[in-house]
């Protein structure tokens, strides 16, 4: 007759210790590295504000632009991301406060926020880029934006425009490469803030 084999003591003292103590003999992941965009850097323009409350979305985005991953078209028709990193937030996220921080630095409009309700006019968005691109080997960040602005109560298209902007990186690392996005995002922010104070303008 077989009998069923019986762990010996040593063994089953070490398994009952790491049953209690929740221990892993696996390996430990590397945590990611987690990035932001910097602040918006925009003046105020010397204008009279418009005496006007506006909301600012977060921009549509298809499944990997809308995710924290920070991408990178590496060669042709190839799509990456940077292992090891991440944004902060998803990336529509992190652009709408950006947005928001620079129309507040612009002092256009009397109000903004991400708010839907009590507000005139709302700023919907189409993020169609915002990644690294390989051109002749150096990495380059590129951005492009469709941006409409509509009026609240009607829903009717007052304006529409698309942003773009580019900007090399000093080198492969993903710090230079997340400062390069970042230049870029200012660039939009910049162009942002001129084309909302000339449509609310007229």
């Keep these: ?6 762990l010996k003591f040593p063994s089953l003292l070490l398994l009952i210790a790491l049953l209690i103590s929740g221990c892993s003999v696996l390996p430990e992941t590397t945590p990611n590295q987690l990035y932001r965009l910097p602040a918006p850097g925009i003046k105020a323009i010397d204008a009279p504000l418009q005496p006007v409350v506006l909301s600012v979305l977060p921009p549509a985005a298809g499944r990997l632009l809308g995710s924290d991953s920070i991408v990178v078209w590496p060669h042709g028709n190839q799509v990456s991301v940077y292992g090891g990193a991440r944004w902060y937030e998803d990336a529509p996220a992190m652009l709408q406060s950006a947005w928001i921080e620079a129309i507040q630095q612009s002092a256009i409009v009397s109000h903004v926020s991400a708010d839907r309700q009590g507000v005139d006019y709302q700023l919907t968005s189409e993020l ?8 002749d080997g150096t990495p380059l960040a590129v951005m492009r934006v469709d941006l409409v602005l509509q009026d609240s109560a009607s829903g009717e298209r007052l304006a529409t425009t698309q942003l773009q902007a580019s900007q090399a990186a000093n080198n492969e690392s993903v710090d230079a490469v997340v ?8 660039n939009v ?8 104070y000339l449509m609310l303008e007229r």
Excluded: C, S
Excluded at 1 to 6: D, H, L, Q, V
Excluded at 179 to 186: F, Y
């Design 1 to 6: 007759m077989r009998y069923p084999k019986i």
């Design 128 to 135: 169609r880029d915002f990644h690294i691109v390989y051109t």
């Design 179 to 186: 400062n390069a996005l970042g230049i870029a995002a200012e």
């Design 189 to 196: 922010n910049q162009a942002l803030v001129q084309w909302l």
